[in-house]
């Protein structure tokens, strides 16, 4: 078990870094691994339409890969069911699908919310065939991913409706506080809670759901998810400010650039940088004021430092929840997950 509630002086869980002691993702179990290696082929083939061009764009992002977390997740959260089994079920595939092919379409209609030119370091659906192209691909997605759900029981399919739904909050809470420099914590929260904390959730309940698991452990595995999630939306928020272009694949600090006040970038309005990071902010930046931004945050260590320890709590009570399941490979794998997002960001701080 990971004791969410030790920590060192510098913010660090002891027993959550032996969880994932070094950086990168962890090895999956055999099943799991399997698995995985028939989702891209399973997403293909959700896709497919009897229209050729739909095909294509539809599966752009497929064919770019990724590191499908959620297919992967909604199977370990399955195979928590069966310790030993040597192969993942078809339903828990197909219900990693349904959230992967979700969380794609909200990448197609975001890239045109941001006017992206790239995604997945290939050039993005919007950028290569128009804006309405991109969003009837998206709803495509979607719809594929409903119709998925519908295939796998009304608990299911009421289930993932419901999370497009929070989805689409998550992401217009976002919108409403874009350029706010007084946009609060709570707000943050509320907004990650629903455009990416909710959808890991959603995997992993899809998974325990067809594994038919106890509803004690079905809620287990969703409270993982959304801790998961949570510690997910900040790291990634940090690597925004702290990690390279070249890591990043995009310009540092872009959060910035769209509007997007994050955790740090909201303690260090706070800090003692702030009004100087606020003179900058509250509209759209050239790469000069970009780079100005990025600095103040950077260089506010309290502010960097503090998120970086609400990221450790957070994934600490991911592998928390773990504790209550019997012991696997794949409760195994899924606590070194909430270890390796923190060795991820550790890892570009020295």
Same mark, same amino acid.
């Given at each position: 078990?990971?004791?969410?509630?030790?920590?060192?002086?510098?913010?660090?869980?002891?027993?959550?870094?032996?969880?994932?002691?070094?950086?990168?993702?962890?090895?999956?179990?055999? /099943?799991? /691994?399997?698995?995985?290696?028939?989702?891209?082929?399973?997403?293909?083939?959700?896709?497919?339409?009897?229209?050729?061009?739909?095909?294509?764009?539809?599966?752009?992002?497929?064919?770019?890969?990724?590191?499908?977390?959620?297919?992967?997740? +909604?199977?370990?959260?399955?195979?928590?069911?069966?310790?030993?089994?040597?192969?993942?079920?078809?339903?828990?595939?197909?219900?990693?699908? #349904?959230?992967?092919?979700?969380?794609?379409?909200?990448?197609?209609?975001?890239?045109?919310?941001?006017?992206?030119?790239? @995604?997945?370091?290939?050039?993005?659906?919007?950028?290569?065939?128009?804006?309405?192209?991109?969003?009837?691909?998206?709803?495509?997605?979607?719809?594929?991913?409903?119709?998925?759900?519908?295939?796998?029981?009304?608990?299911?399919?009421?289930?993932?409706?419901?999370?497009?739904? @929070?989805?689409?909050?998550?992401?217009?809470?976002?919108?409403?506080?874009?350029?706010?420099?007084? %946009?609060?914590?709570?707000?943050?929260? %509320?907004?990650?809670?629903?455009?990416?904390?909710?959808?890991?959730?959603?995997?992993? @309940?899809?998974? +325990?759901?067809? +594994?038919?698991?106890? %509803?004690?452990?079905?809620?287990?595995?969703?409270?993982?998810?959304?801790?998961?999630?949570?510690?997910?939306?900040?790291?990634?928020?940090?690597?925004?400010?702290?990690?390279?272009?070249?890591?990043?694949?995009?310009? #540092?600090?872009?959060?910035?650039?769209?509007?997007?006040?994050?955790?740090?970038?909201?303690?260090?309005?706070?800090?003692?940088?702030?009004?100087?990071?606020?003179?900058?902010?509250? #509209?759209?930046?050239?790469?000069?004021?970009?780079?100005?931004?990025?600095?103040?945050? @950077?260089?506010?260590?309290?502010?960097?430092?503090?998120?970086?320890?609400?990221?450790?709590?957070?994934?600490?009570?991911?592998?928390?929840?773990?504790? +209550?399941?019997?012991? #696997?490979?794949?409760?195994?794998?899924?606590?070194?997950?909430?270890?390796?997002?923190?060795?991820?960001?550790?890892?570009?701080?020295?």
């Amino acid at each position: 078990m990971v004791e969410s509630r030790r920590w060192d002086a510098a913010g660090r869980s002891p027993s959550l870094r032996a969880v994932a002691p070094v950086a990168g993702s962890p090895t999956p179990p055999t /099943a799991l /691994a399997d698995g995985l290696g028939r989702v891209h082929d399973a997403l293909l083939q959700a896709v497919a339409a009897n229209d050729a061009f739909l095909t294509e764009i539809a599966a752009h992002l497929i064919k770019a890969g990724g590191k499908r977390q959620r297919p992967a997740f +909604a199977m370990a959260s399955a195979l928590t069911a069966t310790p030993g089994a040597e192969a993942v079920t078809p339903e828990s595939m197909m219900g990693g699908v #349904s959230c992967e092919l979700v969380h794609l379409g909200s990448l197609y209609h975001d890239d045109v919310m941001d006017e992206a030119t790239t @995604r997945h370091f290939v050039e993005s659906v919007n950028a290569r065939w128009g804006n309405l192209q991109a969003i009837l691909a998206g709803d495509y997605l979607l719809a594929k991913a409903s119709e998925i759900a519908a295939g796998l029981g009304t608990e299911v399919a009421a289930l993932l409706a419901a999370t497009i739904a @929070r989805l689409c909050e998550g992401q217009v809470a976002e919108l409403q506080d874009a350029f706010n420099v007084a %946009r609060t914590e709570e707000r943050y929260h %509320r907004s990650i809670e629903g455009k990416t904390a909710a959808l890991f959730s959603t995997s992993c @309940r899809i998974g +325990a759901l067809v +594994a038919e698991l106890p %509803r004690d452990q079905v809620d287990t595995l969703t409270a993982f998810g959304r801790s998961y999630g949570i510690a997910f939306q900040i790291v990634d928020d940090l690597l925004d400010v702290v990690a390279s272009d070249d890591d990043l694949g995009k310009p #540092s600090g872009h959060d910035m650039v769209e509007g997007t006040y994050t955790l740090p970038i909201l303690r260090a309005l706070a800090g003692p940088g702030g009004d100087e990071l606020k003179d900058l902010l509250g #509209s759209p930046l050239d790469d000069a004021q970009r780079l100005a931004a990025r600095d103040i945050v @950077r260089a506010d260590s309290a502010a960097v430092g503090d998120s970086l320890v609400d990221a450790r709590r957070h994934a600490a009570d991911a592998a928390d929840h773990l504790a +209550a399941l019997q012991a #696997s490979d794949a409760t195994a794998w899924l606590g070194a997950t909430a270890g390796a997002l923190i060795t991820k960001v550790e890892s570009h701080l020295g």
